[in-house]
Each structure stands twice: as C-alpha cells, then as structure tokens.
C-alpha cells in the first residue's frame, strides 16, 4: 500500500538556523510530491511541487525540496528559518496512474530567537 | 478570487444532532475535497468529487456520514447523528483536475466541530 512518512513528529531551530524536514514515500512508481504548510488556525498552503524533471525544486518563502529516487525521498530545507516559518508542515503524494491522493501526518516546527 | 470558502467556520452541538457543514469551492475548479483532522489521526481525506460526482468515498468513517455536490459551486457534508469522537477540525479543498493528477488543492480556512 502507499504511504507517506514524515519521521519527526516536532522540530525546533533557532531563527536563523538551516531546516531539513524528512519525508519518505512508499510507493511502485515516481508519484507526484507536495509540501504544504498549515500555519495555526489556518487551512493548508501549497509550499512546492514535484512532477518530474530537475530534482531540486524551488518554492514559496524561500522553500526548496530534493527528490531523490534511490531513497525515495523528498526533503524540505530552508537556508534560513524566520520566526514566521513556525508552522505545521506536511507531505503528500498523489498517484500518477490512479486518483489517490496522500498526506503523510505532518511535522510542527517550532523556532526560538 | 475569495479562494475556498466554508461555512461556518466553528461550530458546537450537542451528541445526536445533526451537523452541516458547507463549501463554495474556487471558480472554474471541477475536484472537491472533503479533509478531518485530528491531534490522532492527522488529516485524513473522507471523499472527494470530480464534476460534482463522488469518485472515492472510502475514507467517510461510517454511515452517519454523507456528502453532497448539487452543482459545481456548492458542496455540503453531513453527520447524522453527531458524537463527541466527531470533533475535528473539517477542511474543503479544490483543484482543477483530479488528485492522481498531480494538481494543487486550495484548502478552506476549515470548520472546528466540537460535539459535546
């Protein structure tokens, strides 16, 4: 069965620290990849996205993720964080050859001045 | 464009009452979505519509549960009755082709259920 994983519940970094949020995917094929970030009370965004190409995908505020097949992995970082990047961040991947769609269970991230 | 629109935006019941919850998705977008959440079960997708049909209800929990899309404009879930273990937060999104498709979901600020 597909599966998205996001093996860290919490993070915390200091303002001005660099962030890797983990994501990892089960699934036959290359699906399609998100990151989306809920800030509190809020509805999700679209941070980024995966469909094929150049691994390293740009995105909003400073956002990037890496695709790597070997690993099945797709990675957010972020340079710099800013207090305003506390939030929820979650991964999703949406199957090519179907119509499902998956969120993995998010990680909140947490950052101190 | 207002982007996704829900209404209300929270709402508190008592166990056994019946519950509606309401979403315009964005102009022009033809696949709606219908997301809980909780602190247990994270976001979990309960159905989704593509033109107004329903093409996969297999994430509704149960049969208290129902959803509706009467036009392209306008969708509505429903519990029948409420219970406690129904208070989440509820999120509508859209987008213009179908999830598999890989196309970006614009989510609604969501609805906070809370059923005493």
């Known amino acids: 069965a597909q599966s998205v994983t996001q093996p860290d519940i919490h993070i915390t970094v200091s303002e001005g620290a660099s962030l890797e949020l983990r994501c990892n995917y089960s699934?036959?094929?290359?699906?399609?990849l998100f990151w989306y970030v809920q800030s509190p009370g809020q509805g999700l965004q679209l941070l980024l996205k995966?469909?094929?190409?150049?691994?390293l995908v740009q995105g909003i505020k400073g956002f990037e993720a890496e695709f790597k097949r070997s690993q099945s992995s797709f990675n957010l970082r972020k340079p710099s964080v800013h207090w305003s990047d506390a939030a929820e961040y979650f991964c999703?991947?949406?199957?090519?050859?179907?119509?499902?769609?998956?969120f993995g269970t998010g990680t909140s991230l947490t950052v101190i001045p | 464009d207002a982007g996704v629109i829900q209404s209300p935006r929270h709402e508190v019941t008592e166990m056994g009452q019946e519950v509606t919850l309401r979403c315009k998705p964005i102009?022009?977008?033809?696949?709606l979505f219908w997301y809980r959440q909780t602190m247990m079960r994270g976001l979990e997708l309960l159905i989704y519509f593509n033109n107004n049909v329903p093409i996969d209800d297999s994430g509704m929990p149960e049969d208290r549960f129902s959803a509706k899309m009467p036009n392209a404009s306008f969708s509505t879930l429903k519990i029948q009755p409420s219970e406690p273990r129904d208070s989440a937060v509820y999120f509508c999104a859209s987008s213009s082709g179908l999830a598999g498709a890989g196309d970006t979901q614009y989510f609604g600020p969501g609805t906070r259920l809370t059923v005493l």
């Open positions: 699934y036959g094929a290359t699906p399609y």
């Open positions: 102009s022009g977008h033809n696949s």
């Open positions: 995966y469909f094929s190409g150049d691994t």
């Open positions: 999703a991947v949406g199957v090519r050859s179907g119509n499902q769609f998956y």
